[in-house]
């Protein structure tokens, strides 16, 4: 854009010259004055960029003068021309701050010249005035105290932040040393991690001030030291704030040590009586008693143990938060703990007529190093949850081993637990991990527990370096999957010689039991057998057979459902001694009219007749496996569960009628 040019000469020829040369160089003249009057007013309305100003003009008052009035209103250089070089306009119309002085007569070349650089002139110092308003501004307006000085350290600048800290203004500290304006003794301990050093600053009235201090040096363009800033922080509020931080963090760690000691020596003192009084209920269990009585002892017994877990994990849980349980890593077989978990729970998941599998790989037999106590103590958390919450169906454990192809490398256990409880709203599965947490009471009022289980877990597998996770089935269905997954260093891997594979090999298994399938599956190839399960209905649900025998394996009667058992059964099923005998069925030994009896007992919520017909008919047989499906039905019963006793009566009904 073409600058704007007002002109200010007498003479009008000389004026219309000067605007036909001006237009000819592409500017644009806006107005042209004989008098300053005229003058001041055009430059008032058309705010040009530049003024071309003739020092003497018509009227009393010349070019030099004019210039300063038209300054004080509006930002706007002045370039004079005159035909006079005296000295005394000369001093004048520098004190106007005049961006130029031209003499008549001028060459084109050098008009255009020296209107070129008023113009750059006055663009450059308006950026400058700006940034320097912006700068005086962002200094003034800060919170640390700003100081800056000459190369020699006297004092220059002093912002109103510096002004408070110190209690030295700006027109007091500019020219003293900066010693006698800031004057600081360093604090001891100082933090490394800081990025300034803390100091005390001595204000000029007396006191004193915790501050951060910055120091920057500032060169010049030949690169020489010219200035020095110096950036006071306050940070007494922040320091003292900390102080009571470390003040209060000591005072938490010794009440939580009070409260650690507390509980344990109480923990401690409540499991001695508890040790006598199972002791005696154990005496007193060897004695004959009523069938009330020995359910009674029963009942003790068992909240016995319940009190003895909450016990422990009150004291679990104060050791690992003091801190003062660490990782103890062992050799372990990963397939032991968990047989051992499903084997802990059975008796409470035959209680509530729940069936139980473990899945456990070939690779699981081998050796490995890991904390196996705190993992063991994760994984029967889980399994105990899944029982706990699981009201009808079945509990599934299913395990893994993820070995390196280097021996020794690190290698990662996973247990996974899937029941077929109500399952966890996905807002409310990592609340669950929280310490004394609980889901709603409609939930856990008839489970109970401390809330801490699945809190000690996830702090036991995090110090293990792995993994817990809550989700829900993928199958479609409700219930809860709970995953462990640890770091573990395989040592050894050995051949699982708790299960007779070479037996099975070869075989073709009919499979209608979906939980018998997951158990077989990961031997198939190492046991050189084959799966098939068939889903048109034409084979007996829940067994497994082989092919080319009649003789079914009722997969429903293990508790728990695992390999080992299953081989056993399947090698029995086909061995020579009982091919060609009828299958045993439940039902078979006990006539039609007393398993009526127990179902309309049941029907008729008559739970104590119940119980007495299924004491009747569990007397008349000695086999195992019809004492195991009434057994299950017992316990039912005995818990008031008469939905699940119906349901194993009911099958045992339907058995026999297939039979």
């Not at 300034?196 to 201090?213: A, P, S, Y």
């Not at 008693?289 to 003895?308: G, Q, V, W």
């Not at 599965?429 to 409609?442: G, H, I, K, T, Y």
């Not at 039905?633 to 349901?647: E, H, M, N, V």
Request: hydrophobic share 40%; charged share 25%; aromatic share 4%.
């Amino acid at each position: 854009m073409a600058a704007r040019i007002l002109i200010v000469e007498d003479e009008t020829i000389v004026a219309l010259d000067l605007e036909a040369r001006l237009e000819g160089m592409d500017y644009t003249v806006v107005g042209r004055a004989r008098d300053s009057e005229s003058a001041v007013a055009l430059a008032l309305k058309h705010s040009p960029d530049i003024i071309l100003m003739d020092i003497q003009i018509a009227g009393t008052t010349d070019g030099i003068s004019t210039a300063e009035i038209i300054q004080g209103q509006i930002d706007v250089p002045v370039l004079f021309l005159t035909a006079y070089s005296d000295a005394n306009n000369l001093e004048r119309a520098k004190k106007t701050d005049a961006y130029g002085y031209l003499l008549k007569p001028f060459q084109e070349r050098e008009l255009f010249i020296t209107v070129e650089m008023v113009l750059y002139r006055h663009r450059t110092e308006r950026t400058m005035r700006t940034t320097a308003a912006l700068l005086e501004t962002t200094v003034n307006a800060v919170s640390e105290g700003i100081v800056a000085t000459d190369a020699t350290d006297h004092v220059i600048l002093v912002n109103p932040a510096a002004e408070n800290l110190t209690g030295w203004t700006l027109v007091q500290a500019r020219g003293k040393h900066l010693d006698e304006v800031v004057r600081m003794d360093e604090q001891t301990g100082n933090d490394p991690n800081r990025p300034g050093k803390v100091w005390w600053l001595q204000h000029r009235d007396g006191g004193q001030r915790e501050v951060e201090v910055f120091r920057k040096q500032v060169s010049d363009t030949r690169g020489d030291l010219d200035r020095n800033v110096l950036v006071l922080r306050d940070v007494t509020t922040i320091r003292e704030y900390e102080r009571s931080l470390v003040e209060a963090k000591r005072s938490a760690e010794i009440a939580s040590k009070t409260k650690s000691e507390f509980i344990a020596r109480v923990s401690h003192e409540l499991k001695t009586p508890l040790n006598v009084i199972q002791g005696m209920i154990g005496l007193v269990r060897d004695e004959e008693h009523s069938p009330e009585s020995a359910e009674n002892l029963s009942i003790a017994a068992a909240s016995c143990d319940d009190l003895r877990r909450q016990i422990q994990d009150v004291l679990d849980f104060s050791a690992l938060d003091s801190g003062e349980r660490s990782l103890q890593p062992e050799a372990f077989i990963p397939r032991d703990i968990v047989m051992a978990a499903a084997e802990k729970i059975r008796p409470r998941a035959m209680e509530k007529a729940l069936r139980l599998a473990v899945v456990a790989p070939p690779e699981l037999s081998g050796s490995c190093r890991a904390d196996w106590r705190q993992l063991t103590r994760a994984i029967d958390n889980l399994v105990a949850n899944a029982v706990s919450f699981t009201a009808s169906g079945t509990i599934l454990i299913v395990s893994r081993l993820d070995r390196q192809d280097t021996p020794g490398s690190p290698g990662r256990l996973t247990v996974r637990v899937e029941d077929t409880g109500p399952g966890i709203p996905p807002e409310d599965r990592e609340r669950v991990f929280d310490d004394f947490s609980q889901l709603a009471p409609s939930r856990t009022r008839s489970v109970g527990g401390s809330g801490l289980g699945l809190a000690m877990a996830r702090r036991v597998v995090l110090a293990m370096r792995g993994e817990i996770t809550i989700a829900g089935r993928n199958d479609g269905l409700e219930g809860t999957v709970a995953t462990v997954s640890v770091p573990v260093t395989p040592e050894a891997t050995e051949a699982d010689r708790s299960v007779n594979l070479s037996a099975l090999r070869g075989m073709h298994l009919i499979v209608t039991d979906p939980l018998a399938a997951e158990v077989l599956l990961p031997w198939q190839e190492s046991g050189g057998f084959i799966l098939d399960h068939p889903g048109n209905g034409t084979e007996r649900a829940g067994g497994v057979r082989v092919l080319g025998s009649s003789r079914w394996v009722d997969t429903e009667q293990y508790m728990p459902l695992t390999m080992e058992a299953l081989v056993d059964a399947i090698v029995g099923a086909v061995s020579p001694e009982n091919e060609g005998l009828e299958e045993p069925v439940d039902t078979k030994t006990v006539s039609a009219g007393a398993m009526e009896r127990i179902q309309e007992a049941i029907a008729g919520g008559d739970r104590q007749a119940a119980m007495e017909y299924l004491a009747e008919y569990r007397a008349q047989n000695g086999e195992a496996k019809i004492d195991s499906a009434c057994f299950r039905a017992y316990l039912a019963l005995r818990s008031g569960d008469l939905p699940a006793a119906a349901r194993i009566i009911q099958r045992c009904a339907e058995r026999r009628d297939e039979s």
